[in-house]
Nanobody
Framework: VQLQASGGGLVQAGDSRRLSCIATARSFNIYTVAWFRQAPGKGREFLAA????????YYSDSVKGRFTISRDNTKNTVYLQMDSLQPEDTAVYYC???????????????????WGQGTQVTVSS
């Protein structure tokens, strides 16, 4: 499985941005797909996940209410809609996938074995 993240760029504080993650996979609906980000000098942070099968969604407290994850299994694509962006949201954003991922591990990067290349989001004040 290969993942391709796109949609990053330079935005101003308060703007919105939508990221896309396209997967090459025969059975996309068996994959839980998540978004992580990594800011300069920091570790990778879980943001949101879309569960396989049910498409249930999970969010970190830091983005709940501002970011929305969704998926279109007909297009093998997962989206991350980001609203009210702030300078502290500046980071490289990654999508990641894992097949039949247990619900206990949706926010744990070690359990994702497929990663996209990352897309830079820079938020200016």
């Amino acid at each position: 499985v290969q993942l391709q993240a796109s949609g990053g760029g330079l935005v101003q504080a308060g703007d919105s941005r939508r990221l896309s993650c396209i997967a090459t996979a025969r059975s996309f609906n068996i994959y839980t797909v998540a978004w992580f980000r990594q800011a300069p000098g920091k570790g990778r942070e879980f943001l949101a996940a879309s569960r396989y099968g049910t498409s249930a969604t999970y969010y970190s407290d830091s983005v709940k209410g501002r970011f929305t994850i969704s998926r279109d299994n007909t297009k093998n694509t997962v989206y991350l809609q980001m609203d009210s962006l702030q300078p502290e949201d500046t980071a490289v954003y990654y999508c990641a996938g894992a097949s039949f991922l247990h619900d206990d591990y949706y926010n744990t990067e070690q359990y994702y074995n497929f990663w996209g290349q990352g897309t830079q989001v820079t938020v200016s004040s």
